[in-house]
């Protein structure tokens, strides 16, 4: 996903006095705090939920096993010639994929700002979100047996330095400018995966968010995004590998139908939406 936030028993002092001190946000007044406890229980969840380390295990585990599959001489067999030789290749998105950004969340809950580019990017700067549980492991292992992995996140170009660092930094291998393809011009990563299938066979995608994996998904409807869902319903876990992330994304984007909308009229949303008995 694009951006994203979590917090420990302590806070980088630093990035909270930023947060207080930064400009104001998204039609909030200097000094105003937005109520951001709906997303409270998301980050807890994400923190200190076994089940959500089980999910990101079960996923990288699963994601192993189809990888274990394709390097099986009697499957390359079965694709089409012009595959066979092609190098292997895996796509990953970066925020709740492979790093978790949860105390940045966290930060901004308490802060009571909501998500803006400026407390994003300085959070990006500290270079300190840690590895999504199992994916260091997978991905190094991907490398090992001569995968190379390709990091298209939509973070803004100029945190590319800052993410190469923190990748490093988080224990992946292989992190480098010609491998981690940031946002441009374009939230849509539909040209970098093709400039990726060009050279290579895409063994599998990996995200968070449906539009890590196609531009089937990509500002659809509630109604809409279960119907592709649907669709593809043979590639989750085979070609399509999805890790959780309850804290923000597209689907909560979907809810509010894409909308500029306040923290106010959001809220008010949420609970139109709720289904009842």
């Not at 292992?141 to 995968?147: L, N, R």
């Not at 981690?180 to 040209?191: C, Q, W």
């Not at 050279?199 to 599998?204: A, E, G, N, P, T």
Request: aromatic share 10%; with cysteine.
């Amino acid at each position: 996903m694009f951006r994203s936030y979590r917090i420990h028993t302590f806070l980088p002092s630093a990035f909270l006095f930023l947060g207080l001190l930064c400009s104001s946000v998204a039609g909030q007044q200097p000094g105003e705090k937005a109520n951001l406890d709906y997303q409270v229980a998301a980050v807890l969840y994400t923190q200190k939920a076994a089940e959500y380390r089980a999910l990101c295990l079960q996923a990288f585990n699963i994601a192993r096993l189809r990888l274990d599959a394709d390097m099986d001489k009697k499957n390359v067999k079965k694709l089409p010639k012009n595959l066979r030789k092609m190098p292997r290749a895996i796509i990953v998105d970066i925020d709740e994929t492979v790093l978790d950004n949860s105390p940045s969340q966290a930060a901004s809950i308490l802060n009571g700002r909501p998500f803006n580019p400026t407390d994003w990017h300085a959070w990006g700067e500290m270079r300190s979100a840690k590895p999504v549980p199992g994916a260091a492991e997978f991905l190094n292992y991907a490398v090992s047996k001569g995968v190379k992995i390709f990091y298209i996140s939509n973070r803004d170009e100029v945190q590319k330095e800052a993410t190469i660092d923190n990748l490093q930094k988080a224990g992946f291998a292989d992190v480098s400018a010609e491998n981690v393809l940031l946002r441009t011009t374009e939230s849509g990563k539909d040209a970098r995966r093709d400039s990726v299938s060009a050279k290579y066979r895409v063994v599998m995608l990996a995200g968070d968010n449906l539009d890590d994996f196609s531009s089937a998904f990509e500002r659809k409807n509630v109604a809409d995004r279960f119907a592709e869902t649907d669709k593809a319903k043979d590639l989750w876990g085979n070609r399509f590998i999805v890790l959780p992330n309850a804290m923000y994304g597209t689907w909560e984007n979907a809810i509010y139908e894409y909308q500029r909308l306040t923290e106010e009229q959001k809220a008010e949303i949420r609970a139109k939406t709720l289904e009842l008995p």
